[in-house]
């Protein structure tokens, strides 16, 4: 009940595609749900989160799906650019004060050229 | 503004070696843990610290020893290394009173 599964594994888009990246949860009383963009020898950074009580976000080229009763989420990167070549993990994490967020597996998309 | 700063930056062990892997954050953050990333397996939980004097384990904390004895350090021990746990390992830390968590930029770990 704690996983979060992340799919796919990894993904190649052409420059201009739309990447989506998708992840589902079982714990309903997840709250928050984060998205991570990690670069190559660097550490994961807070890209876009999403809490329940709306079903998009959106910060500039990158948005968050959520449907809350398929306890599903999904990134989705618009007019994706070579630069946006990186791995993305998606999270979930429970109450306001909690430290622990549970990550899915990644997502290494590649934007050809 | 350093953020969190994580060293060394590459370490290899030879089996049964203990080393610690130093964490300091400068942003006065309440919250700190230790992640490592394996392939296909994202990033999981070792220990975390909600404060300084308090640990508490993760998802992975067999072979690992923390402790918080100031809010700004936090470091992660392997006591008896062993090649399972070979791994690229993250700090992180996080303010009381927000929800994003900023890792550090990594220590690459090779247990032979």
């Known amino acids: 009940q704690q996983q979060v599964k992340q799919s796919p594994q990894s993904l190649i888009v052409q420059k201009g595609g739309i990447p989506i990246i998708n992840c589902a949860y079982e714990?309903?009383?997840?709250?928050?749900f984060p998205w991570y963009q990690q670069f190559p020898g660097k550490g994961p950074a807070l890209l876009i989160a999403i809490r329940p009580d709306v079903s998009e976000k959106k910060e500039g080229r990158f948005t968050i799906s959520f449907n809350k009763s398929a306890k599903q989420f999904s990134l989705h990167i618009m007019d994706s650019q070579p630069g946006d070549s990186a791995t993305y993990f998606c999270?979930?994490?429970?109450?306001?004060?909690?430290?622990?967020?549970?990550f899915g597996t990644g997502t290494r998309l590649k934007v050809l050229a | 503004n350093a953020g969190v700063t994580q060293t060394p930056k590459f370490q290899v062990l030879k089996t049964g070696q203990s080393m610690t892997l130093q964490c300091a954050q400068d942003?006065?953050?309440?919250?700190m843990s230790w992640y490592r990333q394996d392939p296909g397996m994202g990033l999981r939980l070792i220990h975390y610290?909600?404060?300084?004097?308090?640990?508490d384990q993760g998802e992975v904390p067999n072979g690992y020893n923390v402790s918080r004895s100031t809010t700004e350090d936090f470091p992660l021990r392997l006591l008896s290394a062993a090649p399972s746990q070979t791994s690229v390992y993250f700090c992180?830390?996080?303010?009381?009173?927000?929800?994003?968590?900023?890792f550090g930029e990594g220590s690459w770990l090779t247990v032979v």
């Open positions: 992180a830390s996080r303010g009381l009173s927000g929800n994003t968590i900023y």
């Open positions: 942003m006065n953050h309440e919250y």
């Open positions: 714990n309903t009383a997840f709250d928050y």
């Open positions: 999270a979930a994490s429970t109450g306001s004060g909690t430290y622990k967020y549970i």
């Open positions: 610290s909600v404060g300084a004097g308090i640990t």
